[in-house]
């Protein structure tokens, strides 16, 4: 009968995700997951690179801000190539049209938690704890239906948990290691905070070892600054606060006031209620454990806080020195050089999270499960309010036909014509699903700032209003081909 019931609910963690999607936009938006379409930039970006990969391998037209490209042989935008390149393999298979994001977001995820199930093989308290985080962990449910590559990094969290529940098992196990800087590898190229868990591929870290440590240290500093200095090179240049700081010269009165600004707001509340509860319950993590080690290296006395007591054993310090690196140093470079709100910091830390938290699930940890499922379960009107707002655009009803259809007539790909003569250049007010009729390996540039273009335009179609027009057409020969209700359609003869 326990097994009975034990198979129930691992089958209820694999359709979790699935089920709770439909639900969620059959009751907003009255509509099936099948109804979604792209609608953010970035998933407008993505759609057209995976589609152009289908098509094309790397002969596509520049994704790029103002024109701006890095000689690699990838021509694909600031996110980098390998998430367009890793769906695009899956999509000469299986296709990748309007509404394929959500289906392998939702793949990804059931895959990854077959592995999950399989390998560990829960108990019967552990699986409804492996169930409480699956159904109410919501960043998972704000990407799933979206055609991003969130969803992707939820799914490497679930399956590096397993890795690393193995190798905290058994430290010396070669072949997990190797399949451990594997995975954590592919999945620094694809984000490079990912990477701050490869001195784990150097476990066990024996303290008492000063100069082992040491040198494993460094080993892992210079892997880690590999992978970010790699992604670097084949990301397209983006105008962000990192570009406008080394630009400026590594200014460190600049990085400190920007630390501080990013402090400000990280503990004052900055963004929505859902960012600011997802940042809560990291520090929570991190304070749970920090104070049981220090309490345990200066031996005031055996404490446990649902974690288990250092003293007994050397899991919990191992777990502390991961929720520090999973957690603690994805904060700090966060605070450092990215952002915080706007669902910036939210998107970068949310898959270190659910990570730490699934290995505590591994480890039959409690208390950190817990801690989140009661967190989300208190603001879960905070996040209907949020789904809501954020996809209702994804699930509003298409127009059956659109004037924008024509773009599939009016630019065409060229495989003679290199990837600048097969580039769209678009002002910021055009990023939207009217980008959908562009034909597939056609690169699209965004313009965000005029100044920053070259002398010459370089992309062969351009896409703009009559304000953004007037600014730049000086910079080439235009012709124009088509005029929309706000833009107009220019061809660049070189």
């Given at each position: 009968m326990a097994d009975k019931k034990l198979y129930i609910l691992y089958v209820l963690c694999l359709v979790a995700p699935l089920l709770i999607t439909s639900l969620y936009v059959y009751n907003y938006f009255q509509n099936n997951i099948w109804g979604f379409s792209p609608a953010w930039s970035d998933e407008i970006v993505y759609w057209s690179e995976i589609n152009s990969f289908v098509k094309v391998f790397f002969?596509?037209?520049?994704?790029?801000?103002?024109?701006?490209?890095?000689?690699?042989?990838?021509?694909?935008?600031?996110?980098?190539?390998?998430?367009?390149?890793?769906?695009?393999?899956?999509?000469?298979?299986?296709?990748?049209?309007?509404?394929?994001?959500?289906?392998?977001?939702?793949?990804?995820?059931?895959?990854?938690?077959i592995l999950f199930l399989f390998v560990i093989k829960p108990n019967l308290f552990d699986t409804v704890s492996l169930l409480g985080v699956l159904c109410l962990f919501w960043p998972m449910y704000l990407y799933i239906p979206t055609a991003m590559q969130e969803c992707l990094h939820y799914s490497i969290a679930i399956t590096m948990s397993v890795f690393l529940y193995k190798l905290f098992k058994n430290p010396?196990?070669?072949?997990?290691?190797?399949?451990?800087?594997?995975?954590?590898?592919?999945?620094?190229?694809?984000?490079?905070?990912?990477?701050?868990?490869?001195?784990?591929?150097?476990?066990?870290?024996?303290?008492?070892?000063?100069?082992?440590?040491?040198?494993?240290?460094?080993?892992?500093?210079?892997?880690?600054?590999?992978?970010?200095?790699?992604?670097?090179?084949?990301s397209a240049p983006y105008p962000n606060w990192v570009s406008q700081w080394i630009q400026g010269g590594f200014h460190l009165n600049l990085l400190i006031q920007h630390f501080v600004l990013n402090i400000q707001g990280f503990f004052s509340g900055q963004g929505s209620t859902l960012e600011w509860i997802q940042r809560l319950v990291c520090i929570l993590i991190l304070f749970i454990y920090g104070s049981s080690a220090l309490l345990y290296i200066f031996r005031i006395k055996?404490?446990?806080?649902?974690?288990?007591?250092?003293e007994s054993t050397n899991i919990s310090f191992k777990l502390f020195y991961f929720h520090l690196a999973n957690l603690g140093m994805v904060i700090l470079l966060t605070l450092l050089v990215y952002d915080i709100g706007d669902w910036r910091d939210f998107r970068v830390i949310a898959p270190h999270l659910l990570l730490s938290v699934l290995l505590e699930v591994c480890f039959?940890?409690?208390?950190?499960?817990?801690?989140?499922?009661?967190?989300?379960?208190?603001?879960?009107?905070?996040?209907?309010?949020?789904?809501?707002s954020l996809h209702k655009v994804h699930f509003a009803k298409q127009e059956s036909s659109s004037p924008w259809s024509v773009l599939d007539e009016l630019i065409h790909y060229d495989n003679n014509a290199g990837?600048?003569?097969?580039t769209l250049l678009i002002d910021t007010n055009h990023i939207n699903s009217n980008l959908l009729y562009?034909?597939?390996?056609?690169?699209?540039?965004?313009?965000?700032?005029?100044?920053?273009?070259?002398?010459?335009?370089?992309?062969?179609?351009?896409?703009?209003?009559?304000?953004?027009?007037?600014?730049?057409?000086?910079?080439?020969?235009?012709?124009?081909?088509?005029?929309?209700?706000?833009?107009?359609?220019?061809?660049n003869q070189y």
């Open positions: 002969e596509n037209g520049h994704f790029s801000i103002d024109e701006q490209v890095k000689p690699t042989f990838s021509h694909y935008g600031a996110h980098g190539p390998f998430y367009p390149i890793l769906l695009g393999m899956f999509s000469k298979v299986f296709g990748y049209g309007i509404n394929s994001g959500v289906f392998y977001n939702l793949v990804f995820i059931f895959l990854a938690t010396e196990n070669k072949k997990i290691k190797m399949w451990l800087l594997l995975i954590i590898t592919i999945a620094s190229v694809i984000r490079p905070t990912w990477s701050f868990l490869i001195p784990f591929f150097f476990m066990p870290l024996e303290l008492k070892k000063y100069k082992d440590f040491c040198f494993k240290t460094i080993i892992s500093i210079i892997y880690i600054f590999s992978l970010f200095m790699l992604s670097n090179y084949l055996k404490i446990d806080f649902g974690v288990s007591s250092f039959r940890k409690k208390l950190v499960p817990i801690l989140l499922i009661c967190s989300n379960i208190t603001f879960l009107s905070a996040f209907s309010n949020v789904y809501q990837p600048w003569g097969n562009v034909p597939h390996g056609i690169g699209i540039s965004f313009i965000i700032n005029h100044t920053s273009l070259g002398e010459k335009i370089l992309s062969k179609y351009i896409l703009v209003n009559d304000e953004v027009y007037n600014k730049i057409s000086t910079k080439g020969n235009f012709k124009l081909i088509a005029s929309f209700p706000d833009a107009r359609l220019y061809i």
